[in-house]
């Protein structure tokens, strides 16, 4: 099952047009062991998402301008926020994926203790760090509308999310 979150631009966040996909609990079964952070960067590989890494959500406001990212939850709980200042505050615990669109700014708002996740990305791209201090807001819009959707998506790798949500905001 895939959920969907509408992020409204909220300068000088661009957010996206394409909505946040979150799969709650869809990774549950992956993390019941000491190898929870390979055995959840392999699933996310063989989907199409590589250059993964193990750890936090940072505690400020930042998005990536140039690939969408993946988000995988392997131990605790936390409070992320989406969007920017003011915008709404999101659950995620261990198990659930969330997929963010290029641009959708995000922030750790609170979290337990043993709080981590895997991060991954379409095709292994590197991301690039942005805070919301760019000089050229429009430019920066512009490249991520151009961006595209990824091949595949992260969960269902030919289904899912992607396919059903994402699809229909790409002309072709």
């Known amino acids: 099952m895939v959920e969907t979150f509408d992020i409204a631009e909220n300068a000088p966040f661009p957010n996206n047009s394409l909505p946040v996909l979150y799969y709650p609990g869809v ?3 992956l993390v019941h062991s000491e190898d ?3 055995n959840v960067q392999a699933f996310l590989e063989k ?3 590589s250059n993964g890494w193990v750890g ?3 505690k400020y406001h930042h998005f990536h301008s140039n ?9 605790g709980e936390a409070k992320v926020q989406l969007g920017g200042p003011d915008a709404e505050v999101y659950p995620f615990k261990t198990g659930d994926v969330v997929l963010l669109p290029a641009g959708v700014a995000h922030k750790l708002i609170e ?5 981590q996740i895997v991060g991954a990305y379409p095709e292994g791209k590197e991301p690039d760090m942005q805070t919301g201090d760019e000089e050229d807001y429009e430019a920066m819009k512009t490249r991520i509308s151009r ?6 998506d992260p969960v269902e790798k030919i289904q899912g999310g992607v396919i059903e949500y994402w699809d229909k905001f790409i002309i072709h």
């Open 56 to 58: 936090g959500i940072f």
């Open 111 to 115: 979290s337990t203790d043993d709080f």
């Open 27 to 29: 990774v549950k079964e």
């Open 67 to 75: 690939t969408h990212e993946v988000l995988a939850c392997i131990s």
């Open 47 to 49: 989907n199409g998402y």
């Open 36 to 38: 929870r952070g390979q």
């Open 147 to 152: 961006l595209g959707i990824p091949q595949y």
